[in-house]
């Protein structure tokens, strides 16, 4: 079975969710329990949390697999920058992209995927903004 990163996440939740119930109700029937049926439970809860954080883990390596394509948008931005860039004919339109491409590499750095998605749209968006761009000449 392959699972996506949400379903990882949803999955790590529900672990979570289970372990803290063990633990509550370890904790509540602590007297009623003998000391075996304490370590017991004790072990389950942390097999549950452990589970959980395995989960997480799962969600980061999927979330990273995502990351990949949005590299290889990143890789074709680039090109798509440097062309811009020396077909300007306003230093604004360079100052936007450059404060584009920063946002972008702070999302990056941060390890928002959403965020990491969103700035690349806003960079294709600033990229493709008319009216800044001189025109070719076609000889």
Aim: charged residues 25%; glycine residues 2%; positive net charge.
């Amino acid at each position: 079975m392959n699972l996506t990163k949400d379903q990882a996440i949803e999955l790590a939740k529900h672990y979570s969710g289970m372990a803290m119930s063990v633990a509550k109700y370890r904790y509540e029937h602590w007297n009623e329990l003998s000391p075996t049926r304490r370590q017991e439970l004790s072990d389950q809860h942390w097999s549950l949390a452990n589970d959980s954080d395995d989960f997480i883990k799962l969600s980061s390596s999927l979330i990273m697999d995502d990351a990949q394509r949005d590299l290889n948008k990143i890789k074709s931005l680039t090109a798509q920058i440097i062309e811009t860039i020396d077909n300007l004919k306003a230093v604004q339109k360079l100052i936007d992209i450059i404060a584009a491409v920063l946002e972008l590499g702070g999302s990056i750095i941060a390890k928002d995927p959403s965020s990491i998605i969103k700035k690349i749209k806003s960079l294709e968006s600033v990229l493709t903004s008319p009216s800044l761009i001189k025109k070719k000449k076609h000889v």
